[in-house]
């Protein structure tokens, strides 16, 4: 399957799930071809994450240092792959092994939507047409709701416990979080 009609199938797929609406996963390409397919979202998320990152280093206060471009891709494709593989043993330990792919590809889809939802805010305030600190209550609205569509993907796709999807976010977020700061 072509790049473009497999963006297509998993963003269609992840959009009922921004929606709530578990059916969503049935839509997902499942295949071995589907999973490492899924993977080339970051051909969509890349641009985005670049604008996204430049434009929330302005936003904080003080301002912080750009990344430059190169850095800030290096440190995407890590956490990129990282997190995946990360989860291959966590998966094994929950015993939920078995809905491992659906996970991954929800997961790689969804993560258009968790980083084009702050693209607004940030066009917004560099537009002028909101403040900083309107930009940064809508920034942190959004990054409330990327965890919690997090979780919800991990919940579903995982077929787990409230509690564990929770734990899965706090993971993510902490292996992120520590990434980009050692980097």
């Known amino acids: ?5 497999e963006a297509v199938r998993g963003l269609k797929a992840c959009w009922r799930l921004v929606c709530m609406d578990e ?5 997902l390409d499942l ?3 589907g999973f490492w397919n899924s993977f080339a979202a970051i051909i969509l998320v890349a641009p985005l994450y670049l604008y996204s990152s430049a434009a929330g280093a302005r936003l904080a206060t003080p301002p912080e240092p750009e990344r430059h471009w190169f850095s800030a891709l290096a440190l995407l494709a890590l956490l990129w792959v990282m997190w995946p593989w990360i989860m291959v043993t966590v998966s094994r330990i929950i015993g939920r092994q078995q809905h491992y792919v ?7 889809w969804s993560s258009v939507y968790v980083i084009a939802a702050l693209i607004p805010v940030f066009v917004l305030q560099q ?3 909101i403040d900083t600190v309107i930009a940064a209550l809508l920034s942190l609205c959004i990054i409330v709701w990327s965890l919690y569509y997090r979780w919800y993907v991990a919940r579903i796709a995982l077929d787990v416990p409230a509690i564990t999807a929770l734990a899965l976010v706090f993971g993510d977020l902490a292996m992120s979080i520590v990434v980009s700061v050692a980097l």
Do not use: E, K, Q
């Not at 399957?1 to 009609?5: G, S």
């Not at 059916?23 to 839509?27: E, F, V, Y």
């Not at 659906?102 to 790689?108: G, Q, S």
């Open 1 to 5: 399957m072509n790049f473009a009609l």
């Open 23 to 27: 059916g969503g996963l049935d839509d």
């Open 31 to 33: 295949s071995s071809d």
């Open 102 to 108: 659906r996970y991954i590809v929800a997961y790689n």
């Open 127 to 129: 537009a002028g047409i």
